[in-house]
């Protein structure tokens, strides 16, 4: 899992450099014209840009969600793989937000959709965390039991 972890923020750090180095600031490219543009913004908030301007809110704010999910992925037995997975997604973006609150004061964003905010990869794994976590809490029993069957062979 700390693979995943490590790819996945290369994959975030990456991206945005990818940005930052072959766009202008605010520059936008049509992918598909009016759909999905590839949009290069800097946001200093959260989502939909609330709070902005409160860095070390966030900063102070991302090392408690680290901790937290650090800690029960270390609590977490490792056959809860799905529960301590969602974790690693959660982990994994929001190590990439934090590198760029720290590195640039904002966040780098350019996935823009037109009809939502613009984000990026790291938010993708925020958002895929979230979700997975919010499965494995409300039918993480069921999953579990279900695997287990599989894996003896009664499924």
């Known amino acids: ?6 790819l996945g923020v290369l994959l975030d750090q990456v991206t945005k450099y990818l940005v930052m180095t ?3 600031y605010l520059q936008s490219i049509p992918v598909l014209d009016g759909v999905f543009h590839l949009t290069y913004v800097l946001n200093d908030g959260a989502a939909f840009s609330i ?9 102070v704010l ?22 301590r997975f969602s974790l690693v997604l ?9 590198i760029d ?13 037109r009809i939502w905010p613009v984000f990026n990869v790291a938010d993708c794994f925020v958002v895929v965390g979230v979700v997975c976590l919010a499965i494995a809490i409300l ?6 039991n279900r695997s287990k069957l599989r894996d ?3 499924d």
Do not use: S
């Not at 709070?51 to 900063?59: A, D, S």
């Open 1 to 6: 899992m700390l693979l995943l972890l490590l």
């Open 22 to 24: 072959h766009m202008t």
């Open 51 to 59: 709070l902005e301007g409160k860095r070390w809110f966030f900063i």
């Open 62 to 83: 991302t090392v408690l969600v680290l901790a937290v999910c650090f800690y029960f992925y270390r609590k977490t037995p490792k056959d809860q793989t799905f529960f």
């Open 90 to 98: 959660l982990m994994t973006g929001a190590i990439g937000n934090f």
């Open 101 to 113: 609150r720290i590195r640039f004061g904002a966040v780098v964003d350019f996935f823009d959709l």
């Open 139 to 144: 039918w993480g029993d069921k999953i579990q």
């Open 152 to 154: 003896n062979g009664k």
